[in-house]
């Protein structure tokens, strides 16, 4: 049988506490909440953080613990937002169980790994409409990564996607023929779909069906100079046909406006649209490939994307962009 993990120590070798940190560095990602053996002690629960994604962010997660009931049966979960608690009473629905550890005369007896080892966020809503009629999702309902429709439907239902409405999987489980169309809430915005258009499938089966929304923006026209708020990330930041004139668009910096790592800001130059200059402050913008930095040149029917690498730099790439 082939060795499938060659790092493995040896037993003449030297230094062997190089190759035991830089095994276990390889499986940083596995570690995702597991036990934190050093900060386990009495009825205090110790874990390890790491990164997730959540909601297209990604996100930083701390170590961290918790103190559990004593002399009763802990469940140890996580919310899609990395946040960690335990009840006396059973896994919650929609939230990812990670341990059951029993508890008798102040110190942990036993620990049950109830970890999936991808750990992807996932949450479920069950919705069930009769007839035709339109469904607008809250940003908290929308936070769940399945939509499932249940019950019998007819003519036409609309879902309307709050904005950062990320990787959405819509799942058909009803009776009926009928029209799905997936729109932004309010009418504005963008819906982009996987793999299908708009109006997505008329059906009369009961067979489960699924598509991705990958991304559900609001859209803020803007036709003037602009420094970006805390409530533009994620956001469709639009220079409109209508203003002719060439405007200067500055990324504020972290220090004014701390976006999480991750962050993406997406510029659009419209047909016919002034020259529009993407600055920053005092923060560093680099352009992807070249990696120079300074203040770059959008002009119309052009397409650029910001995103937030660290506390204090840019990456920023795109279309018709100089």
Do not use: C
């Amino acid at each position: 049988m082939a060795n499938t993990f060659p790092n493995q120590i040896q037993a003449n070798q030297s230094q062997k506490e190089v190759t035991a940190n830089q095994d276990f560095l390889a499986l940083f990602s596995a570690s995702l909440f597991a036990n934190n053996y050093v900060t386990t002690a009495a009825l205090t629960f110790g874990y390890f953080g790491g990164y997730v994604v959540v909601d297209g962010v990604l996100t930083n997660i701390s170590d961290g613990t918790l103190t559990l009931a004593d002399n009763t049966t802990n469940y140890i979960e996580t919310t899609r937002a990395g946040v960690v608690s335990s009840n006396t009473t059973g896994f919650t629905v929609g939230r990812k169980p990670l341990f059951v550890v029993v508890t008798a005369s102040s110190i942990i007896t036993s620990i049950l790994d109830q970890r999936v080892l991808t750990q992807t966020f996932e949450g479920y809503l069950t919705l069930s409409v009769a007839g035709a009629a339109n469904v607008t999702l809250t940003q908290a309902q929308a936070s769940n990564d399945i939509l499932n429709l249940t019950g019998i439907l007819t003519g036409n239902i609309t879902v309307f996607l709050p904005a950062i409405a990320w990787r959405k999987q819509i799942r058909n489980n009803t009776t009926g023929g009928f029209t799905l169309t997936v729109a932004p809430t309010g009418g504005t915005g963008v819906v982009v779909i996987q793999g299908s258009s708009v109006a997505l499938w008329s059906d009369g089966t009961n067979a489960t069906q699924g598509i991705s929304v990958l991304e559900s923006r609001t859209q803020n026209s803007i036709s003037s100079a602009y420094t970006t708020v805390s409530s533009d990330a994620g956001k469709q930041l639009l220079h409109p046909s209508a203003d002719i004139t060439a405007r200067t668009w500055t990324i504020d910096s972290n220090a004014n406006v701390p976006y999480p790592i991750g962050t993406e800001l997406r510029f659009i130059n419209q047909n016919a649209a002034g020259t529009l200059t993407i600055a920053i402050t005092t923060d560093t913008m680099r352009l992807a490939g070249a990696g120079t930095v300074g203040s770059r040149t959008l002009t119309a029917n052009g397409v650029a994307t910001a995103e937030k690498v660290t506390a204090a730099e840019w990456i920023i790439s795109g279309t018709n962009l100089t």
